[in-house]
């Protein structure tokens, strides 16, 4: 333990990151404490893990296609993503197809309080930038953009964890199961209006569920980088 008059250095939220070993993607960790949650901003504990800064894109998926040959989503031409869609979130992903990528990546799919953490933080702020309602800070129906968006394209609707694309371009899918056959969804998408983007707000669907607006990101345990202290 320190003594009375040492100081202590605590690490900025948001500065521990490191690329996954498996797949390469960048994750950040989002340390445990407890967190407000849902509508309600109920309290609840989760504890320390890695979730990724981005959502999975055409190229992550490309690759995972390419080492196991999984099926592509049916709308690449000739099973290959459009050159100008390769930092796009992937989308036209059935839960199960995310449930196999991060089974392939030594990873998991987030469940829907994990995902929600990481959104809002520990201060349980109601967009993943604050409180103040801004539809321009991301992806969604008043923008009229009407496609999905490079992952880095929002930089100022980045969580407090300096996670990208919460709050819009694509539902992602969750490891939570609503009902049998059922996985909750998160975050919004380019499809949805504002006021259902909210991070808190519970959607689900069937896990054969297949659309334009819905992909995915994964998390990861500490241990999964053998305790060390990311960089």
């Not at 993607?25 to 849902?38: A, Q, R, Y």
């Not at 930092?87 to 990873?107: L, Q, R, S």
């Not at 519970?202 to 960089?231: I, L, Q, Y």
Request: charged share 20%; net charge negative.
């Amino acid at each position: 333990m320190p003594g009375s008059g040492e100081n202590v250095q605590v690490e900025p939220i948001g500065s521990s990151q490191v690329h996954h070993p498996a797949d390469g993607s960048l994750m950040v960790k989002v340390d445990g404490s407890v967190f407000l949650s849902g509508p309600s901003n109920t309290p609840v504990w989760i504890p320390d893990f890695y979730i990724d800064v981005y959502p999975v894109s055409n190229a992550d998926y490309a690759r995972f296609i390419v080492a196991t040959g999984h099926a592509p989503p049916h709308h690449w031409p000739d099973g290959r993503h459009p050159a100008e869609l390769v930092d796009h979130p992937v989308v036209f992903v059935t839960w199960e197809d995310a449930a196999a990528y991060a089974a392939w990546a030594g990873k998991a799919l987030p469940t829907s309080q994990q995902w929600e953490k990481a959104a809002r933080g520990t201060r349980g702020t109601v967009y993943p930038w604050g409180d103040q309602p801004t539809p321009a800070k991301c992806n969604v129906r008043e923008n009229g953009v009407g496609q999905t968006t490079r992952r880095d394209c929002y930089q100022s609707g980045a969580s407090p964890y300096g996670v990208y694309d919460l709050c819009g371009n694509v539902w992602e899918w969750c490891a939570t199961e609503s009902k049998p056959g059922r996985r909750e969804l998160r975050g919004g998408a380019w499809t949805s209006p504002f006021n259902r983007a909210t991070p808190s707000s519970f959607n689900d669907a069937a896990v054969s569920m297949c659309d334009d607006d819905t992909g995915f990101r994964c998390v990861a345990p500490v241990e999964a980088f053998g305790g060390r202290e990311a960089k």
